[in-house]
């Protein structure tokens, strides 16, 4: 079965999958009693089109700044599709960035509309100022004092016929995707439709999917391909704002009652499931594929979900950005068999060949901006540098920031250079490594060292689960020091675990210059989106206020 040829608006993947299939699930979601409930292509499709018509009516039309804040559901697929199919531009903040940041994010964006539950409005009624340009607002459950309409009022002003859906043009902005702000301010990457277009193709061949294939995804965004790609979403029973909190018991219920080929969750989501699943010996042959981004996976992560999995089954880790994905993809067997095993000396996480469609080049490594890539130095075939990336699905700004626009883009004639702000290499077999985040690099009077390699070096030892490089001091004379989050079992006294970890280090040339090591007590704090980044800028402060490095 393959889906027929459909337009650049992402939303046409729906109607063109509903005249392939339109008896064929497309969402299943806990129905809140124990069981599930279904949505077919078809009744996706028509439910799209009746919100489209009652959005319509409301005054949402091509252009509409649309905030929506709520989570994937089953009001959720069809309200976003809906919102393609007018024209308007999808704005998607993560709540999870804390109250301050969205508010920033929310002010910065001017909406038009905003669609959101219960508690959105009340947050709506509380902060007012970044509200004040709404015109239409439209509450997804039961709406109380604060006007507006709900989404059951949309439905009804809606009609019982296809929406003459917006054919836009390549360039025509169809969402503003905001950052995680794990590394700085969050930012709103401004996605065209040509993008959208572009990463479905693209992570379609990448990955050989098919239509009729059911996946269960458990980041919003990537839920929203699933029916562009013709493929059945299993909603599991979790909170999507805190993905390492997941439980593994649900997702697995989930994955074989449903019978899920495919699955996407965060490094932190899919570290609690191996570890279940081996201790639990659940295995799950149904499954052929699992990607993971978000943050580096870790070797022994990726072997113990590959004992739950069947042996053509495979782990894939898509490198990428909210601004740029996918960049480069590679998957566990290459890892297990290879890279895995350089990674451990200090070679930094092989992330695979770059995509199709895409030029990853490597450059010096800079914290100005760089206004034209005749200005930028591209670096030799296995010296770290800054990766920067140019193709279809690069963004081309960033919205109402033009300054951290400059900082991350360079002209290259008619087309946009994206910096990744990740460093990193390529080797002779033209494979991609990531050494870390150019913000969070270590420069000493002696020389630069980068979080991921080093990182990768100590993480061997059986009793950290995680370590942490970071900087003490002023750049250029900064002191590094690394911080360990233990094991939770582990038996070794912090002392002991010191010791032998910087006898661990002094084995590799990675590693040998680090003298400053510390037991962080409990776990490192992490982003909000994919739980997994460790928010270095915070433990860096927190070391420097214990005085260590000195």
């Not at 319509?56 to 199919?85: M, N």
């Not at 340009?133 to 989404?151: D, M, P, Q, Y």
Request: glycine share 10%.
């Amino acid at each position: 079965m393959s889906a027929p040829k459909t337009s650049i608006n992402i939303a046409s993947h729906l109607p063109a999958m509903a005249r392939l299939d339109p008896s064929r699930p497309a969402i299943i979601a806990p129905d809140g009693k124990g069981g599930w409930q279904t949505m077919t292509f078809g009744e996706l499709d028509a439910m799209s089109d009746r919100i489209a018509h009652g959005l319509a009516a409301i005054g949402v039309q091509r252009g509409s700044r649309t905030v929506i804040l709520a989570p994937p559901s089953f009001e959720f697929f069809p309200l976003v599709f809906a919102v393609f199919k007018v024209g308007a531009v999808m704005v998607a903040i993560d709540p999870g960035i804390g109250r301050k940041a969205l508010l920033s994010c929310l002010d910065e964006v001017k909406a038009d509309a905003f669609i959101g539950i219960p508690a959105a409005h009340v947050a709506r009624i509380l902060f007012p100022k970044p509200f004040r340009t709404v015109k239409a607002n439209v509450t997804v459950g039961r709406r109380l004092f604060w006007g507006g309409h709900s989404l059951d009022e949309v439905k009804r002003l809606g009609k019982d016929e296809p929406f003459p859906m917006v054919e836009p043009s390549t360039n025509e902005t169809a969402a503003i995707l905001f950052t995680s702000g794990s590394t700085g301010i969050p930012k709103g990457a401004v996605y065209s439709h040509e993008i959208f277009d572009a990463q479905v193709r693209m992570i379609r061949d990448a990955y050989g999917i098919q239509p009729g294939e059911i996946d269960l995804p458990t980041f919003p965004l990537f839920a929203l391909f699933d029916p562009a790609l013709g493929m059945t979403a299993v909603l599991p029973d979790m909170d999507f704002r805190f993905p390492a909190k997941a439980d593994p018991k649900k997702l697995i219920e989930a994955m074989t009652t449903h019978r899920c080929t495919s699955m996407f969750g965060s490094p932190a989501l899919i570290d609690n499931l191996g570890r279940y699943g081996v201790a639990n010996g659940i295995k799950l042959p149904g499954l052929k594929r699992v990607l993971s981004a978000g943050a580096p996976v870790r070797v022994d992560v990726l072997e113990n979900l590959t004992k739950m999995l069947g042996v053509d089954a495979q782990i894939f880790t898509p490198f990428g950005a909210t601004e740029s994905l996918p960049v480069a993809s590679i998957g566990s067997k290459e890892v297990l068999a290879d890279t895995g095993r350089l990674a451990m000396q200090g070679k930094g996480v092989c992330v695979g060949k770059p995509a199709a469609d895409v030029m990853v080049r490597i450059i010096e490594i800079s914290d100005e901006p760089i206004a034209s890539w005749a200005d930028a130095r591209e670096v030799p075939q296995g010296t770290i540098g800054e990766i920067t990336v140019a193709g279809t699905v690069v963004t081309r700004e960033y919205w109402a920031r033009p300054e951290q626009t400059k900082l991350a883009k360079i002209q290259d004639g008619e087309r946009i250079v994206h910096r990744m702000g990740d460093v990193g290499y390529f080797d002779d077999s033209g494979r991609l490594w990531m050494c870390g985040r150019k913000g969070h690099r270590v420069v000493t009077t002696a020389g630069t060292l980068f979080t991921t390699p080093v990182e990768e070096v100590l993480n061997q030892h059986p009793a950290v689960r995680r370590s942490a490089l970071v900087a003490v001091g002023s750049k250029g004379s900064q002191v590094p020091v690394v911080l360990l989050e233990r094991e939770p079992m582990s038996g070794a006294a912090d002392a002991q675990l010191v010791q032998e970890i910087k006898e661990l280090a002094s084995r590799h040339e990675t590693t040998k210059t680090i003298n400053h090591v510390h037991v962080f007590q409990g776990e490192f704090p992490v982003d909000r989106r994919h739980n997994a980044k460790i928010e270095r800028e915070k433990l860096s402060a927190w070391a420097t206020q214990k005085g260590f490095g000195r």
